[in-house]
């Protein structure tokens, strides 16, 4: 039994307010992830997925509800405290790489150990280089993100996430734009940084890719309805294939 999950949230929930409309997006969301697990968040369009990524990732703020990261609350932070608490424990990847364009890929890696500060030029080096690597992009460091295909484009976000040694990694769809077999090497690079100790959490609409994950979150109507093993989880474990999204 681990006695501090990375992330710890009990009744979590948000109310997005516009114009005359009252959005109940998360009603009650509770979710314990220890260091070293790889969760995978599946559910139907608009059930509330990205929603909670946001707040996870410390993006956004929850309408109520507790939330500690890696055992400091973090739930009602303002902006600029959840912005220094981000960069120190977050790993974000996104559907849509989300990488500068004006950038090439070392610049691109490199921005938010320049944003944290408290580092070195050589120190930095050595962390994009070191990141560059495990996700097999070292030779592409000149490069700039309209020169690499999706899945390098891909790759390269994800060494931007991990260049801090975050406590977390957190994937948004992080497949949406790729074809299958660049999808396919993404989902196993990730599979590899999280045997080699990365938290994982990642939203996907692909069972196929849910089932690198050791754990299943299905969350429906703003609420986590099942839990369950994943195929990595051995065991028992259930096929996630019954998934129709
Ligand atoms: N900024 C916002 N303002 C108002 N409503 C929002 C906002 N963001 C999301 N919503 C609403 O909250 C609900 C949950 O949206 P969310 O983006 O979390 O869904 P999702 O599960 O990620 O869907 P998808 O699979 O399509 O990406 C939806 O009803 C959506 O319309
Ligand atoms: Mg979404």
Redesign the pocket.
């Known amino acids: 039994m681990n006695a501090s999950p990375v992330i710890d949230v009990a009744d979590l929930t948000k109310v ?1 307010m ?1 114009d005359e409309v009252e ?1 109940h ?1 998360l009603t009650g969301v509770n979710l314990r992830v220890e260091s070293g697990e790889y969760v995978a968040i599946m ?1 139907p ?7 909670l990524m946001s707040i996870l990732g410390l993006l956004d703020a929850p309408t109520s509800g507790r939330y500690d990261l890696a055992g400091e609350p973090v739930a009602a932070l303002d902006a600029r405290r959840r912005a220094h608490f981000r960069n120190r424990n977050i790993g974000f990847v996104f559907q849509s790489f989300n990488l500068i364009g004006d950038l090439n890929v070392y610049e691109n890696v490199e921005l938010p150990l320049v944003y944290r500060g408290g580092m070195g030029r050589a120190q930095r080096r050595e962390k994009v280089a070191a990141a560059l690597e495990s996700v097999g992009m070292l030779h592409r460091v000149r490069h700039y993100p309209a020169q690499l295909s999706g899945g390098q484009q891909q790759r390269v976000a994800i060494a931007r996430a991990l260049v801090g040694d975050p406590a977390i990694l957190l994937a948004d769809e992080p497949t949406g734009n790729l074809d299958s077999a660049n999808g396919e090497k993404v989902m196993e690079l990730l599979a590899q940084l999280n045997e080699r100790g990365a938290t994982l959490v990642m939203v996907t ?1 692909d069972a196929r890719y849910a089932a690198h994950a050791r754990r299943l979150v299905r969350l429906f109507d703003g609420q986590i309805v099942a839990e369950q093993e994943g195929r990595r989880g051995g065991g028992s474990a259930q096929s996630p294939d019954a998934e129709r999204n």
């Open positions: 997005y516009t959005t997006a559910g369009s608009g059930c509330g997925k990205t929603t609409h």
